[in-house]
């Protein structure tokens, strides 16, 4: 189901100092699936004999089960994960780490990222995306499938507002918003009651972001989506025809990436302009620190 055959990560530091993840890929068949490079950068503290210590920790993981980990971004340690199956995406919250892939792989780690414990999810589908918002892991993938937890261990299957791949997901705004195949948006204010939303396109829509108060969403073709609610979305103007496959934002701007090298950029959302990127290879994610 993968969508490349190979990739090679490279980490480019370009301007407005934002971090792209970069993968230089050669194509699978059609899109149906994409490489997604989940980490994310979060400030953890642990107590020990009434010592108190606050630490940052990066965790990647990817394909073959891989999970690496990095107190500074420079130094990587690879870490034990139990499986061979495709992570694809990774998140943080209560104290735990959480990352999801194939076959409804689920794994969690409450000790900085070093020890992984696979946990059952209840399904053998593909969990694309996972995000914690509202005291609670969301996790999200093919058919259309939802799947909570309060701790990370126990996973309880929701009932789903469309039975279409949703590919990310994204809380914010007292929302979670969740994204994928056929232009299906989302949305629920607890991860359990969920609703479609009237997007105007049947493009995949891979990356969510929400900043200046607006959800934006990019996909294929260019797509981009905005919305000041989660509920209503417009369309805007991207000015390429290139898959779009990530959004972040930082320092009041937002940039998103996509295949072919592509970067835009916008300070709205709405407005959005061209930058060179240096290469033709796909950008798979993007990301400010």
Known sequence: MRYFQYKTIVIIVLFLEVILIAGGCSKKNDAEKYEKYGNTNNDTTTSSNDTTTSSKLSVSVGDGGTIITSSDGTSWTSRTSGTTNY??????????????????????SSDNGITWTSRTSGTTNHLFGVIYGNSKFVTVGKGGKIFTSSD?????????????????????????????????????????????????TLNILYGITFANSTFVVVGNTGNILTSSDGTSWDNKTSGTTKHLKGVTYGTNTFVTVGNSGEILTSSDGTSWSSRTSGTSEHLMGVTYG
């Open 87 to 108: 992570l694809w995406d990774v998140t943080y919250g209560n104290n735990t780490f959480v990352t999801v892939g194939n076959s409804g792989i689920i794994l969690s």
């Open 152 to 200: 990370g261990t126990t996973w309880t299957s929701r009932t789903s507002a469309t039975a279409y791949n949703l590919m990310g997901i994204t809380y914010a705004n007292s929302k979670f918003v969740a994204g994928g195949y056929n232009g299906n948006i989302i949305t629920s204010s607890d991860g359990t009651s969920w609703d479609n939303r009237t997007t105007g």
